[in-house]
């Protein structure tokens, strides 16, 4: 057993048993009474006939304080951060308020593409800033923040990998991305759907791919290779130079998936490792709100020799004035403008509050953390690791696995999970498909999290196990103290069935 000294605490999610916000209110109600309208109510008005409406939007009616009663009900009924999330491979953090104070101030929320650059020079000064930031961190030359999250930058690699290959007549030639079967999904992915072959490395004994499988699998035929390290286990591959010197031999980009970034913040850089681009997840490692693909931001960052390519616009310093440019060959837009800016400014708050210092002590904290959560975590009965015999310790991460313990209960990771919930502690994060470790879990404690935290969170497992030793039942039923128990999700792959807006569910289910 654990050694943690933490008791557990009783909690039970708050529910209202409330409709969605459409089910609220009484026609006429109203919050707020906008002003009317400046623009010409017909006749010449500023949109075309076939863009004006025929009839009101079908919207709630509500009075002020009943959308304020829902929305807190909702976010009640949510754990989000108020519970212990050790989210592993996105390395939860606390988003500081005062980030989302300075960035709703007129001068960043008011703003508008399209107005003139020199009416908002300090908001792209902090833009041009926070890129010499992330150039010091990483050694690139240059970074564009378009990507809408991690997996966007990863496709902004496949077609700046496209276009650099096209520019030297050796596209037909360059048809073969090389990845690891211990990437992120998102780097085989994007690498196919920007029209390459790929070649996936299988993970050796030692829990990383080896030397001499990339050679036999690399050639005049190959355009990049794309992988993370350390990678989602928390393993750090010794050789990645002796990888990207190889790739590079043959005439191959290397690409940095730098997701993994906070186990060695300021500790390595990308470029000195020879890669030739990388990427950053600010909506994670850089205290930026999480949020998949939209409101978040995949920085890409490139060397010189890749950054003609870069989406437009970009931001250039002459002089005191900051200006837009497109660069020369440009692979043409991934999202619109500069991005989610408001979060660019957010990461810059960060990166400036942590200074370098602070940055290089989070990364120690978030591995001494592994490393004790590993220490008590291997001392419950039914948990194993991943790559037991690796000599190196862990970075930041540790992927574990509840094999032994699913075959002596018939419980799976995902029952544990679902369990732990129970007791006020955020989902863990199992890992990406296909899983090469089973019944696996992933937590990742960060810099962040106290002491006490990281008790609560062990002391929880080995509660949890150890009920479902008594009572299997239980676990496999749970959540009891949710809002939501088990979601049945056998509706998710008929269009018949879901639906994303209330219009379109009141039509799929006969009320429309
Ligand atoms: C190693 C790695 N790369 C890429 C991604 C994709 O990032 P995003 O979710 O921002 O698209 C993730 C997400 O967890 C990741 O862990």
């Not at 440019?325 to 500069?338: A, K, N, T, W, Y």
């Amino acid at each position: 057993m654990s050694t943690v000294s933490s008791s557990i605490r009783d909690y039970h999610a708050a529910s209202w048993d409330e409709g969605v916000i459409y089910e609220l209110g009484a026609p006429g109600r109203r919050g707020v009474v906008p002003p009317q309208s400046w623009a010409p109510q017909s006749g010449d008005s500023l949109f075309p006939q076939s863009l004006r409406r025929e009839r009101d939007a079908d919207l709630p009616e509500l009075a002020e304080y009943e959308v304020r009663r829902h929305f807190t009900h909702l976010s009640q009924q949510t754990m989000g951060m108020m519970g212990i999330s050790l989210f592993g491979t996105c390395t939860m953090k606390h988003n500081p308020t005062v980030n989302e104070q300075i960035t709703a101030r007129s001068e960043v929320a008011a703003v508008h593409p399209r107005q003139d650059p020199s009416t908002y020079q300090g908001l792209l000064g902090i833009v041009h800033s926070l890129e010499d930031e992330l150039r010091n961190l990483s050694g690139m030359d240059a970074f564009s923040f378009q990507p809408g999250g991690g997996a966007d930058a990863a496709y902004l690699h496949a077609v700046v990998t496209r276009a650099y290959h096209a520019s030297r007549g050796e596209l037909a030639q360059r048809t073969h991305i090389v990845t690891t079967a211990q990437a992120h999904p998102c780097n085989p992915a994007t690498a196919k759907a920007a029209g390459f072959e790929v070649i996936t490395l299988p993970i050796e004994e030692d829990g990383y791919p080896s030397v001499e499988a990339l050679k036999a699998a690399i050639g005049p035929n190959t355009a990049a290779l794309m992988l993370n390290n350390p990678d989602d286990m928390g393993i750090y591959n010794p050789h990645i130079k002796e990888f990207i010197d190889a790739v590079h031999e043959v005439g191959g980009l290397a690409f940095y998936d730098n997701a993994n970034f906070n186990g060695v913040m300021t500790r390595l850089r990308a470029r000195d490792l020879g890669f030739d681009a990388c990427m950053y997840m600010l909506h994670k490692t850089f205290g930026v709100p999480k949020g998949g693909n939209g409101p978040s931001v995949g920085a890409y960052g490139c060397s010189d020799e890749l950054a003609p390519f870069l989406p437009g616009p970009r931001i250039v310093k002459n002089g005191d004035v900051y200006d837009l440019i497109e660069p020369e060959h440009s692979v043409g837009r991934v999202r619109e403008f500069l991005g989610n800016v408001q979060q660019l400014v957010k990461a810059y708050s960060w990166t400036r509050a942590m200074g370098t210092d602070g940055l290089r002590e989070a990364s120690d904290l978030s591995l001494l953390a592994n490393n004790y959560m590993e220490k008590h975590l291997m001392a419950l009965k039914g948990v194993t690791m991943s790559f037991p015999g690796k000599a190196l310790p862990r970075m930041e991460m540790t992927r574990y696995s509840l094999e032994e313990y699913t075959a002596e209960t018939g419980l799976s990771t995902v029952d544990v999970q679902n369990r732990m919930t129970d007791f006020g502690i955020d989902a863990y994060w199992l890992a990406h498909e296909p899983w090469i470790v089973p019944e696996p879990f992933t937590p990742e404690a960060g810099e962040m999290w106290s002491k006490e935290d990281l008790d609560e969170w062990i002391a929880v497992l080995a509660h949890v196990l150890e009920e479902g030793r008594r009572d299997p039942e239980l676990v496999r039923t749970a959540p009891h103290n949710q809002v939501v128990a088990q979601i049945d999700g056998s509706g998710l792959d008929n269009p018949d069935t879901w639906a994303v807006t209330w219009a379109a569910y009141r039509r799929k289910h006969g009320n429309g």
